[in-house]
């Protein structure tokens, strides 16, 4: 499951979330510790892993 980084906009926390792609709803997430919904999502890295073998 991918794992989305945030960071709170009022407490200035960054924390990890792990869900579905599926099941992720940005919306949803609020902060751990303030509980805001004040957020915004960090983008980072994407890997991929295929199944064939070159």
Same mark, same amino acid.
């Given at each position: 499951?991918? !794992?989305y980084e945030y960071h709170c906009k009022k407490c200035d926390r960054t924390f990890e979330v792990v869900e579905s792609i599926h099941d992720h709803d940005a919306?949803? !997430?609020r902060c751990p510790d303030c509980k805001s919904k004040k957020i915004d999502? !960090?983008?980072g890295?994407?890997?991929a892993k295929t199944s064939k073998k070159s």
């Open positions: 499951m991918p !794992i919306a949803k !997430i999502r !960090i983008w890295n994407v890997f």
